[in-house]
């Protein structure tokens, strides 16, 4: 395999040749690149900041600006971000559920579930995420694991699995318990996960809902507590939380230019001015754009055979949130043979394309073979007699000088 370094010294030969014409496509292309920290912190306008912060880009979980980011603090009603992310996951949305007594009664902000009513899944999570049901959160916990206790250790499970290291979930509504906590970091990767969802971007983007009657006797009608959807231009979810113990929470998520951005305050006096604070920021300092474009990509590789190349391609563009100081930063490699034995076929991966800033990988890519290249029984014989040939003209040469030192009275080579 070779590597060969875009926009770097060039080098003579096949790579130099090969680096150059893909260079040449991808210095179109050069626009955007990677910061290695957050950026510094936003000034404070709210009255007062929070205990802890987190902005992060969701599709590429890019970090954009963090306050103690990985301090552990309980989170309130946000916790149902991973409930409801779970049961979308896992469950048939139009299954109607019978209300357990147990879960009719639960203490704090509910939507008055009555023991024995039928309400779907997707009219829970309505409940859940709109009006912060913790009756409906334990009612979906109950009928997707058989227990509170059985479902915490699928949330927590599921965590870890979305990169939230450092969060212990003991209920799946966020009522204050012992070992109940997350970060803002986990929180915000969570959240990422949760709003490439479908489903789920439908119900908290919701403003309000109906839900119909189920045996209580009345169809309730919700109106969503989030009040970002109203407030922030852009907002498309995610959920409030309020206790004592956890102070005000909100995971916010916003979208704008294509860029989908989720913020994350906790314990935060002014949550929703402090969330549009550093959203706004990092719309003005970030934009979402296209680092690489696989359709630009061309480049190809030698085979075994004289005169049959391969031509190369990638599959995936690459977009990326960058700043504008971070565009000239960016280089690219690719890692390919410097040659291949035919047959090749089409889609087979013949190399990786990595694109860095300094030393930082933040994209790879595989390298495929756009056509199937066959070695013909035409290409076969052209070989063996081109190896004839060869053989043919060394023979003539030794005769030659054999004959040359006869004449001159000199013993014969062998």
């Known amino acids: ?3 060969t370094a875009f926009f770097s010294s060039v080098r ?4 130099t040749r090969f680096a150059v014409s893909v260079a040449l496509v991808m210095s179109i292309m050069l626009s955007a690149a990677y910061v290695f920290n957050v950026f510094e912190p936003i000034g404070v306008k709210a009255e007062v900041s929070s205990c802890a912060e987190m902005v992060m880009e969701a ?16 989170m309130a009603s946000t916790t149902k971000i991973l409930t409801a992310l779970i049961i979308i ?6 299954e109607i ?3 357990p007594a147990s879960c009719a009664g639960v203490e704090g902000s509910s939507i008055y579930l009555v023991a ?3 309400i779907s899944v997707k009219n829970l999570l309505y409940g859940l995420m709109l009006r912060s049901g913790n009756d409906c959160a334990e009612t979906l916990a109950v009928f997707h694991s058989g227990s509170i206790e059985a479902f915490a250790d699928v949330m927590n499970e599921r965590a870890k699995l979305m990169g939230a290291e450092n969060s212990s979930f003991k209920n799946p509504h966020g009522l204050p318990a012992d070992d109940h906590y997350t970060t803002a970091r986990d929180l915000a990767r969570i959240a990422c996960r949760a709003m490439k969802n479908p489903v789920f971007r439908e119900i908290v983007s919701a403003k309000s809902a109906v839900i119909p009657d189920g045996g209580c006797g009345y169809e309730r009608r919700l109106e969503n507590k989030n009040k970002m959807l109203v407030r922030y231009e852009d907002a498309n979810g995610v959920k409030t939380g309020y206790t004592k113990a956890a102070g005000r929470c909100l995971v916010t998520a916003a979208k704008r230019s294509g860029m989908q951005l989720v913020s994350v305050v906790l314990n935060s006096p002014a949550m929703y001015e402090r969330s549009a604070e550093i959203l706004d920021e990092a719309f003005a300092r970030y934009s979402y754009e296209k680092v690489f474009s696989a359709d630009m990509f061309s480049a190809t590789v030698h085979s075994d055979v004289k005169g049959k190349d391969c031509r190369l391609g990638c599959k995936e563009d690459f977009y990326y949130p960058i700043t504008e100081k971070e565009r000239e930063l960016v280089r690219f490699e690719t890692e390919v043979p410097a040659s291949v034995r035919l047959p090749v076929f089409k889609g087979q991966d013949l190399g990786i394309l990595r694109i860095y800033l300094a030393n930082q990988l933040i994209f790879s890519e595989k390298i495929y073979s ?3 290249v066959k070695k013909t029984w035409t290409d076969v014989l052209r070989q063996i007699a081109e190896r004839f040939v060869g053989r043919e003209e060394e023979c003539a040469s030794i005769n030659f000088l054999r004959n040359a030192a006869l004449r001159a009275g000199a013993p014969a080579i062998s």
């Open 1 to 3: 395999m070779r590597k």
């Open 12 to 15: 003579s030969g096949v790579a």
């Open 59 to 74: 599709e590429s979980g890019r970090e954009l600006f963090s306050l103690h980011a990985d301090e552990k603090l309980p």
């Open 89 to 94: 996951e896992d469950c048939d949305l139009n």
């Open 97 to 99: 559920v019978t209300v």
């Open 116 to 118: 024995g009513e039928k």
């Open 370 to 372: 756009i056509d199937t």
